[in-house]
């Protein structure tokens, strides 16, 4: 089974401001690893992935997260936030397809949320 | 693009009432999903279907039902509401094992009040 934590459940920062949101993860097999974001009244939308391949992953709206297999870390980064990124973030783990696992492990699991507050 | 559609997108219920919220999906995807979202907890897996006709419990199952009797449509019924249920409701599907990058899309939302 795979678990998510997120370590901060808020963050404020300033606009212009670095902001790094910080995820652990817990498995027994390799996984693909996702961040995604929902603005108010939203659903949920996929910022990046992690499949494979190069640990330095970059998504949309100039985010981007970095793979640690030894940390089993997937934090978020963004070197300068706008006010239009205050949102909830999530962190999430999924077994990979070919790790031999069986479907009951082709969920998603998610993290609690990070929620990231932007002020001027 | 429709994408993933969910219904109805909000609804109030007393306890002891049933309903049911559909899930529509238009991208031929084989796994579809329903969470909840409640504060502080994230979303928590209640159901999921690998296919057509085939269902099985995720992480917080008790209360809810689903049924999978076609492809593109996933149900989640609740039989006898109960104000736990209070939360929002959210729908998702991907494609299947073998095409499978691990993204899952969402529907919107469906917020559900039990009094």
Known sequence: ??????????????????????????????????????????????????????????????????????????????PSVHISDTAEYFCAVRARSDSGQNQAGTALIFGKGTTLSVSS | NAGVTQTPKFRVLKTGQSMTLLCAQDMNHEYMYWYRQDPGMGLRL??????????????????????RLKKQNF????????????????CASSYGRGTNTGELFFGEGSRLTVL
């Open chain 1, 1 to 78: 089974a795979q678990s998510v934590t997120q370590l901060d459940s808020q963050v404020p920062v300033f606009e212009e401001a670095p902001v790094e949101l910080r995820c652990n993860y817990s498995s027994s097999v390799s996984v693909y690893l996702f961040w995604y974001v929902q603005y108010p009244n939203q659903g949920l939308q996929l910022l990046l992935k992690y499949l494979s391949g190069s640990t330095l992953v970059k998504g949309i709206n100039g985010f981007e997260a970095e793979f640690n297999k030894s940390q089993t870390s997937f934090h978020l980064r963004k």
């Open chain 2, 46 to 67: 209640i159901h999921y279907s690998v296919g057509e006709g085939t269902t099985a419990k995720g992480e917080v199952p008790d209360g809810y039902n689903v049924s």
């Open chain 2, 75 to 90: 149900l989640l019924g609740l039989e006898s509401a109960a104000p736990s249920q209070t939360s929002v409701y959210f």
